[in-house]
């Protein structure tokens, strides 16, 4: 599959900042369908622009894109099918480190059965089968994996504060770990900003007696957070500015969540691998009746599912699309989570065999859609 005009146009922007030209995303980046060879993805409605700023992704998503066509040979042509998948290659590394750490925090949450329940979903994921090809992806795969580490991040480094060290000096690695993950979520897509303020929350949740070296942990980390995103602007502190001035920090459109062709795409989109359809009604239903579930480890999840969700429902269109990915990484965090739970009690050879046949049902099924896309 070519890239389309907007992931061409982001390409050539990329391309065009790593060799020393204007900042991606900016008025001077800006070309027409003269300069780039293919129809103005700003006019076709695929990039949201004002004053010729990018209102939904700062020059690093740009970056990112155009980065493997920087080491791709020269004689590699790119319709070829290596070439497609050499322009595919950060979706795919995303895609792949994604899963990894689904996997390494649900096994640390809820041990081997947990981390494995968790990748086999994720694995067998159409939606995100078809982000990680880079089908209907973007650059919405990058943002949910800094989602991902910015909760998760946010939570470890709460628990560490309960010992007697020193805050900032000790924490240094996770710090810049948080950081990382804000600057990927948010420098992919402006709005996810909002995992700020949900790490601080986490944070504060987890630790609710250290809030002095909470927040001095939040704030050194959101600084930066702040100063990798000035070098995807490769320091120019005025484009900086006016990039940060433009840009669309909130979309929520309060009327979206009345309307019903909202709620039917986002549940299209977040449960339609047969998988999640039947585990997380069984898995919402344990949580609900049990109490056994209903601790931190099962509650967060859900509840960051939950937020996703309904930023989901009031933003239809992009960035809705990155906000429905993200629930569905947390959706399958949960649902390991209490299926782990259920196969330690006496139903546990019941609650494998039926969990193993849908898991492996849904992985046939997957795998025969690919091989008849591949043929045709």
């Not at 993805?41 to 992704?57: E, F, M, N, P, T």
Request: hydrophobic share 55%; net charge positive.
């Amino acid at each position: 599959m070519l890239p389309d005009s907007n992931h061409a146009l982001c390409i050539y922007q990329g391309l065009e900042q790593w060799k020393g030209g204007a900042i991606a995303g900016t008025p001077q980046s800006l070309r027409s369908e003269a300069a780039t060879g293919v129809p103005s993805a700003g006019r076709a409605g695929h990039l949201r622009v004002r004053d010729g700023y990018d209102q939904d992704r700062s020059p690093l998503y740009y970056l990112i894109a155009a980065a493997p066509l920087l080491a791709r040979p020269a004689v590699l042509p790119p319709d070829s099918r290596i070439g497609q998948l050499w322009m595919a290659a950060p979706y795919l590394f995303f895609g792949v480190m994604l899963g990894g750490s689904l996997w390494y925090v649900s096994r640390r949450l809820y041990g081997n059965a947990g981390g494995y329940i968790a990748l086999a979903l994720y694995c067998f994921s159409p939606a995100m089968i078809a982000s990680a090809a880079g089908a209907q992806s973007l650059g919405e795969l990058g943002a949910v994996w800094g989602a991902f580490g910015t909760v998760f991040t946010a939570i470890a480094v709460a628990h560490t504060l309960y010992a007697p060290r020193e805050v900032v000096l000790w924490n240094w690695r996770r710090i810049l770990l948080l950081a990382l993950s804000l600057i990927l979520a948010a420098g992919n897509q402006f709005s996810m900003i909002v995992l700020a303020l949900v790490a601080l929350l986490l944070m504060l949740w987890v630790a609710p007696i250290r809030k002095r070296a909470v927040l001095a942990i939040w704030a050194t980390g959101c600084a930066v957070a702040t100063a990798l995103l000035l070098a995807a602007y490769f320091f120019q502190p005025a484009v900086f500015g006016q990039g940060m001035a433009h840009a669309r920090w909130v979309d929520f459109e309060p009327h979206a969540l009345t309307a019903s062709l909202s709620y039917a795409h986002t549940f299209q989109e977040v449960f339609r691998g047969p998988p999640l359809m039947i585990a997380f009604p069984c898995a919402l239903f344990t949580y609900l009746s049990w109490n056994r579930a209903r601790y931190f480890g099962n509650t967060a999840p859900l509840l960051i599912a939950v937020m996703f969700l309904i930023l989901a429902l009031a933003a239809p269109t992009f960035p809705g699309q990155g906000f429905q990915l993200a629930a569905l990484v947390f959706l399958f965090v949960f649902v390991a989570g209490v299926f782990a739970d259920l196969l330690e009690t006496r139903h546990g050879l019941i609650v494998t065999a039926s969990l193993s046949g849908l898991l492996l049902a849904s992985a046939v099924w997957n795998l025969l859609q690919l091989a008849r896309l591949a043929r045709s």
